[in-house]
């Protein structure tokens, strides 16, 4: 994508801005009053709570001294608790700490016990990981849980005719017993190009054989920001008739037509209510899983899909939610250690790594999609926030973390030049990323 196509895609939204910085605040926040309420209750005082930078636009101090503020930069946010020299907790002020007795000094990020300051630090992270747990069992709350059997609840528009109905309970297909969705899955993996297959359902009591749609349709269900899909104008509902003029009745036929292409455009034959056009497309190089567990490039042109029906739900337990938040985020972490050691053996491109405009436009296409794709994304943002914190690089968490463990193994922090030149490398460590990631939103494909 070009520079100037870039820049006019934000001029012309403002909300692609304005979801970003609503995304940012929310997990600024969580993030940084992890870091005050820990603080708080390990007897460290906070001075300053602040969401954004620079002139501050509304302020009030509460009963414990505390300033809560909103600053004109919404891009980040602090907590500046008594005795620190700045923000960041670097370093303390020498001439505030002097001043300070002996039981205040206790109070202070500096003066406080290693404990204290270590739970501090690390409950920034923690509670961006908390945010992404709850965020996610409260999204299936709110979605619900498929049924054990496979029951229809709706069934999506599609080109053609078929027999399945909102209320089926799908016993088998082409054949094959589908008693839960796992064997649904295995099912719609072995059934013939065709658009459709015989059914035996249950309906109404009373079990009868009809004629329903492949599982598994060219169907789009999803766009990836920043992806051939969405270049080319594809939309959420449209079906994907043909490429190239070859009929694909299955959303595998898309993906095997895209894989042994090799990046070659293909032209595209699709279904949007009710009318067809045709659209061209060149597929573009993507992370995709390996045999091996891992990651390797691969073509994509950024769309995905999953049943032909909207599954009937119930209401899960709290146990069932909170298991599903913790696995979701814990796949987030995975996932990213599996991207970075990718990159490091060569495997997939650095071009994987997103700045600030690749964000922003991630952003704003969920927050156009809707408030549930929106809120998924913030707690997926969260988890990464929090993860890049824990990295040991100074200026972030991790390496404050670092300095705490050095200090509890040596019975001493570090010296200060030490600190200083850890803390000089580690400012231009993070800014080369932030550059890095802004020349990939600008250059990469």
């Known amino acids: 994508m070009e520079i100037p196509a870039i820049l006019a895609g934000l001029a012309d939204t403002g909300g692609t801005v304005l979801a970003f910085i609503v995304a940012l605040s929310i997990i ?11 603080g708080r209750w390990s007897g460290i005082h906070a001075e300053v709570f602040s969401i954004g930078f620079g002139p501050v636009l509304w302020s009030r101090v509460d ?21 620190d020299a700045n923000a960041a907790s670097a370093g303390a002020d020498e001439g505030t700490m002097a001043r ?79 008693p839960d969705y796992s064997a649904l899955g295995d099912v719609a993996e072995t059934l013939p190009p065709e658009e459709t297959v015989d059914y035996r359902v249950m309906r109404d009591g009373r079990e009868i054989s009809i004629a329903g749609p492949t599982l598994m349709p060219p169907l789009i269900l999803g766009i990836q920001p920043r992806s051939a899909a969405q270049d080319a104008g594809l939309e959420i509902g449209d079906v994907i ?42 597929p573009r190089e993507r992370p995709v899983e390996a045999a091996d567990g891992g990651l390797e490039t691969g073509y994509l042109i950024g769309i995905s899909s999953t049943f032909v029906f909207e599954p009937a739900t119930r209401s899960p337990g709290l146990g069932e939610a909170a298991t599903v938040g913790v696995a979701q985020t814990w796949g987030i972490i995975r996932g990213t250690f599996t991207g970075i050691s990718s990159m490091v053996a060569g495997r997939i491109s650095t071009c994987n790594i997103n700045g600030p405009v690749g964000i922003a436009q991630a952003t704003g296409q969920a927050a156009e999609e809707g408030l549930t794709p929106f ?26 973390l670092v300095f705490h ?24 460590l993070v800014l080369s990323l932030m550059v890095f990631g802004l020349t990939n939103d600008l250059f990469c494909p």
């Open 28 to 38: 600024v926040a969580v993030h940084e009053y992890g870091h005050y309420i820990v």
């Open 100 to 178: 300070l007795s002996d039981e205040e000094r206790r109070h202070t990020m500096h003066g406080a016990p290693l404990w204290a300051r270590a739970a501090t630090v690390f409950a920034g992270p923690l509670f961006n990981f908390i945010l992404s747990i709850i965020v996610f069992g409260a999204l299936l709350f709110a979605s619900g849980v498929a049924t054990d059997t496979p029951e229809v609840a709706s069934v999506k528009p599609l080109p053609y005719q078929h027999d399945l109905r909102p209320g089926d309970r799908i016993l088998a297909v082409a054949g094959q017993e589908t």
């Open 375 to 400: 809120i998924w994304l913030v707690a997926a943002l969260s988890t990464a926030i929090g993860l890049l914190n824990l990295f040991p690089i100074p200026v972030l968490d991790g390496g404050h």
């Open 241 to 282: 008739l043909a490429m190239n003029g070859e009929p694909t009745p299955r959303f595998s036929d898309l993906q095997e037509v895209v894989r042994e292409g090799k990046g070659a455009p293909v032209t595209l034959t699709v279904w949007r209510d009710g009318e067809t056009f045709e659209t061209t497309l060149s």
């Open 63 to 83: 009963r414990r001294g505390t300033r809560w503020q909103v600053a004109a930069l919404p891009f980040g946010g602090y907590v500046k608790f008594l005795g």
């Open 405 to 428: 463990a050095y200090e509890w193994a040596f019975g001493k922090p570090p010296p200060d030049r030490v600190m200083n030149t850890a803390m000089a490398v580690g400012l231009a």
